[in-house]
């Protein structure tokens, strides 16, 4: 029997993952510092992980802590990181340090063994592109354009402009082989985790997967952390009774993808023959716009939100991006299966019995002295 480390085992992802490889018949392990921002368990761990896990709690970015984990380990699953996007643009050195050394560090490990890994599958995310692509129907080309200018948002212009003639883009599936071309500092610490990781596995011959993310949602998603995951962050407003703040007039275009269908990606990473190296997108490949996602928590909860929409925006966030699964059909087999309702029903009967916690507005006042929120001026 294989034996798995999931790094970051101990939250939203990895929990599930470990629950689905477990019944699969893999001994799983969990390494996992139990980040304050994440878990409101304060040091202890959360009571949904499985009983048979082996769990130790350790830092990624520990050389010891990591080596201990990797002990009689055949695959590794890295999913410990910070998340937040919006955060990361201003707490750059934890980010890097984590995110990006944390990779080093497990690989140095990996590497320092002599049992050879079977396989290391790393939870990158769609940050990696930045703006998801967009097709010029003047060009007559898709294009993949890069930051939108500061000016443009000033003016309430949120559409992607053509890079070459500047008329208006229109969204189509982001597929892996596009250039990277991330607008965060979270997005650029994905990047560099997945060439690490491409790097040292292809160079010490240990096969690896890159998997892309897109937005991924459902039980156990952190209530607590303010910083990412805008289904739990509004579900956290309208327990709290307080109003949803839409940015972009919430017309701004995600692939909002089920955990359940995540886990189903994880585990086909891990038994199907996927060529080492591979790295594939993983979403619903729908597209659904915030305003949207928040009418399906609406219908979920039984809950009209209330909206305030005052024309902002903020540095760091993307127009469009929604997946191109053509790659995760063909190598991995990937169908996803949850359907939006139906997964913010199993979302929403999950968070209704957590304790409710509001920390947004301390995000929004750290995103405003950092001067990432600004007004368009046809907002409001
Ligand atoms: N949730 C999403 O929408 C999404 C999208 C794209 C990519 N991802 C990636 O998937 C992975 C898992 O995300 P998640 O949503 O489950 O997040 P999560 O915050 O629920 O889980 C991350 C876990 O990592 C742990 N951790 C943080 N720093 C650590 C460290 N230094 N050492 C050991 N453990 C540490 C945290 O305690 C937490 O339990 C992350 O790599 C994330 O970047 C997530
Ligand atoms: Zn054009």
């Known amino acids: 029997m294989s034996r798995v480390l999931i790094t970051g085992g101990a939250g939203f992802i990895g929990s599930h993952t470990a629950d689905a490889l477990i019944e ?3 001994q799983v392990r969990v390494l996992d ?3 304050p921002q994440v878990h ?5 761990w959360p009571a949904y992980l499985h009983p048979d896990i082996e769990l130790v709690r350790g830092d990624v970015r520990n050389a010891e802590d990591v080596a201990k984990a990797l002990v009689d380990v055949d695959v590794v699953y890295h999913l410990a990181a910070l998340t937040g996007v919006g955060q990361s643009m201003y707490d750059i050195a934890s980010y890097v340090t984590t995110n990006t050394t944390g990779t080093a560090t497990l690989l140095e490990a990996v590497i320092q063994r002599a049992r050879p890994l079977h396989r290391l599958i790393l ?3 769609r940050a990696v592109y930045g703006e998801g692509t967009g097709f010029c129907d003047v060009c007559g080309v898709a294009r993949y354009p890069g930051t939108r200018a500061k000016q443009d948002l000033e003016n309430g212009h949120w559409e992607v402009p053509c890079p070459v003639c500047a008329g208006a883009l229109r969204p189509v599936p982001t597929g892996e082989l596009r250039p990277r071309l991330p607008i965060s500092i979270y997005g650029l610490t994905k990047m560099q985790q997945e060439d690490l990781v491409l790097q040292v596995g292809h160079g010490f011959r240990f096969p690896t997967v890159c998997l892309r993310y897109f937005n991924v949602y459902g039980s156990r998603q952190s209530l607590k952390n303010p910083y990412t995951g805008v289904v739990s962050i509004f579900f956290s407003r309208i327990a709290a009774g307080q109003p949803i703040h839409l940015y972009e007039g919430g017309q701004a275009i995600r692939d909002f993808v089920h955990v359940a269908d995540v886990v189903q990606a994880n585990l086909l990473a891990l038994e199907r023959d996927v060529p080492s190296g591979s790295v594939v997108n993983v979403g619903s490949g729908q597209q659904c716009s915030i305003a949207e996602v928040v009418r399906a928590l609406g ?3 039984g809950n009209t939100p209330r909206l305030v ?3 902002e925006f903020r540095a ?5 991006c929604y997946a191109d699964l053509q790659q995760a059909r063909e190598l991995l087999g990937y169908k996803p299966a949850v359907e939006l309702d139906q997964g913010m029903r199993e979302f929403s009967a999950w968070a209704a019995g957590q304790p409710s916690v509001d920390l947004y507005q ?4 750290e995103l405003r002295q950092h001067d990432l929120l600004g007004f368009g001026k046809e907002g409001k």
Do not use: C
């Open 309 to 311: 929409d005052k024309g």
């Open 362 to 365: 301390r995000t929004v006042e």
């Open 299 to 301: 219908r979920a909860t």
């Open 40 to 44: 409101a368990t304060e040091g202890n």
């Open 33 to 35: 510092l139990l980040d």
């Open 316 to 320: 760091g966030d993307v127009r469009d």
């Open 24 to 26: 699969q018949g893999y």
């Open 123 to 125: 939870a990158s995310s």
